[in-house]
């Protein structure tokens, strides 16, 4: 019975430990693998208290030190996943002192997070329409809500993609070009994945189906049309050949290794820019402005043009 | 909103389906599981359990590891015509999988409480297996087995993760009350994602109020 009631205090004690291990927002370093793949907006919401906090007091603290300790968070649009991830290592490895912590999803997503309180310093997105809609600067038109976030002299456009037509391996449905989907679409000889109305790739693929003059709605309503909730949920149903095409971009389909059918030229959906500037809600400004202003350098626009983006700074 | 109504006829249809097949999968193996020798009741008890105690985007990339349309079964399901990846049916498969669970535990728990002496005396008396488990055992945990079907279609009308990873959101195709609440409010229409919430507490709350009715008027004549 000892034994037995030993166990049990163990096993609570260390179920314990991994609740508060888990839930609790610790240090910085722990943020950086596992955060920055959330969605939710309210962990970032309480995560930002403990953080600034915690920045401030090593600020304080590391006023004395030589190298002051930064954590930049960098909301990115989900297609830059990979070139991303290489220059985080290039530029930390360059600058002691910086860590970066990524949030790559949607545009849309991301847009919102950042309208809802979300801890940011520097948002990369996939279209204008969602760095325009937290610009003050912007068309009211499109700036509906009036959002402050964005330091206009900050921001650039940092790349051009291009939207692409994508299909798995072997081709089932025997695609090649988009007037061909197009034409298929109409006859209700295709499925097709998308991003939803909330993604850039999404809208970019909206632009193209009225530019064939497609209706949208009665694709979908036909179960012609699925919706990925963003761009590397597309590439996945791709790549997995749960469809027989997607829309994405250039850049996915090199990092996903799929085979690129058709690219869409800037009259089918106009072109595809990726505006980049440094928030106003951001506590490190200048480390920001310096790591964006490292993202238009040589080194940053070879890892950007290796898997497809134009560089446009 | 409520133009398309597809969702609420999808959700229900796999709801509906799904629990059908957990009902009888969970009372079979509820009911051999118990007469197996301990070892493999152990280990079988830990598989079936599983995922019900996984997250539901486990059990989701398990199932498109295993169906999925470059996988090995999936391709040869796929040559008789079979998909469960983007299919109202692999919603089926979904649902079935996680809810399958609870209905395996309930029956158990209901079958491990009978009274064992009630089916000997059915022996005795040289009624076959198959009528001492229909006319006998199951009726007397029917308690039980109820609470373990309402369990199952519950969780079966509200599943979303291993759905959503299945069968993704193909309006008018696959689209389920769950999956159409994340993508309306994912793209802004909060008042459709609203619409659907409240079709979705409609029908969970007709669902247990009609439980409740069943369960009392079943105690009731019990007591008489």
């Known amino acids: 019975m000892k034994t037995k009631r030993i166990i049990a205090l163990l096993l609570a004690v260390a179920m314990l430990l991994a609740i508060t291990a888990c839930g609790a927002n610790t240090a910085p370093e722990d943020k950086k693998t596992e955060d920055a793949a959330k969605e939710d907006t309210t962990p970032a919401d309480t995560s930002t208290e403990t953080e600034t906090d915690k920045e401030k007091e090593e600020q304080k603290a590391d006023e004395k030190d030589p190298v002051e300790k930064i954590e930049l968070i960098v909301f990115a649009a989900a297609s830059m996943t990979e070139t991303m991830n290489k220059i985080k290592e290039l530029y930390e490895a360059a600058n002691e002192g910086i860590t970066i912590t990524y949030n790559f999803d949607s545009s849309g997503t991301l847009k919102t997070q950042i309208q809802e309180g979300a801890a940011c310093d520097l948002f990369i997105s996939a279209a204008p329409k969602q760095m325009n809609q937290l610009d003050i600067a912007a068309d009211p038109e499109i700036n509906t809500e009036g959002l402050d976030f964005v330091i206009s002299e900050s921001r650039i456009n940092l790349l051009e993609n291009k939207v692409t037509l994508v299909v798995p391996e072997g081709n089932p449905k025997g695609l090649e070009s988009f007037d061909q989907l197009a034409q298929l679409l109409n006859d209700g000889d295709v499925f097709m994945a998308m991003g939803n109305s909330d993604v850039p790739v999404g809208q970019y693929t909206q632009k193209i189906l009225a530019y064939y003059e497609l209706s949208e709605e009665d694709l979908a309503s036909a179960g012609k049309i699925t919706y990925g909730s963003n761009v590397k949920e597309v590439t996945t149903q791709v790549s997995e050949g749960s469809v027989d095409c997607g829309v994405v971009y250039a850049t996915d389909a090199y990092s996903a290794g799929l085979e690129v059918i058709d690219s869409a030229t800037a009259e089918m959906c106009g072109q595809v820019i990726y505006p980049a500037a440094v928030l106003n809600i951001s506590e490190h400004a200048e480390a920001a402005q310096a790591f964006l202003d490292y993202l238009t350098g040589a080194e940053a626009t070879s890892v950007f043009e290796s898997v497809g983006f134009s560089a446009l700074s | ?224």
Do not use: H
Request: proline share 4%; hydrophobic share 50%; charged share 15%.
């Open chain 2, 1 to 224: 909103m409520g133009i398309d109504w597809y969702p609420l006829w999808n959700s229900l249809r796999i709801a509906a389906i799904s629990c059908v097949l957990v009902f009888f999968l969970g009372i079979f193996f509820a009911y051999y599981a118990a007469k197996l020798p301990r070892s493999v009741k152990g280990i079988l008890d830990v598989i079936l359990t599983l995922p019900m105690v996984l997250p539901p985007t486990v059990c989701g990339y398990f199932l498109l590891v295993t169906f999925g349309l470059r996988r090995p079964l999936g391709i040869l399901l796929a040559q008789w015509g079979i998909k469960f990846v983007m299919t109202w049916y692999g919603g089926v498969l979904a649902a079935a999988v996680v809810a399958f669970p609870l209905m395996y535990r309930t029956a158990r728990g209901a079958f491990e409480s009978f009274d064992e002496t009630l089916a000997y005396s059915g022996q005795t008396l040289g009624l076959s297996n198959s009528r001492i488990f229909w006319r006998i055992r199951m009726p007397a945990c029917r308690q039980g087995i109820l609470a373990g079907t309402v369990l199952a279609f519950a969780r079966a009308l509200g599943e979303y993760g291993a759905t959503s990873m299945l069968i993704g959101y193909t309006p008018g195709k696959t689209a389920t009350i769950s999956t159409t609440v994340y993508q309306l409010w994912r793209t802004n229409d909060e008042s459709g994602a609203f619409f659907w919430v409240m079709v979705n507490l409609a029908i969970s709350a007709v669902v247990l109020l009609a439980v409740n009715m069943l369960e009392a008027r079943q105690k009731k004549a019990v007591r008489k």
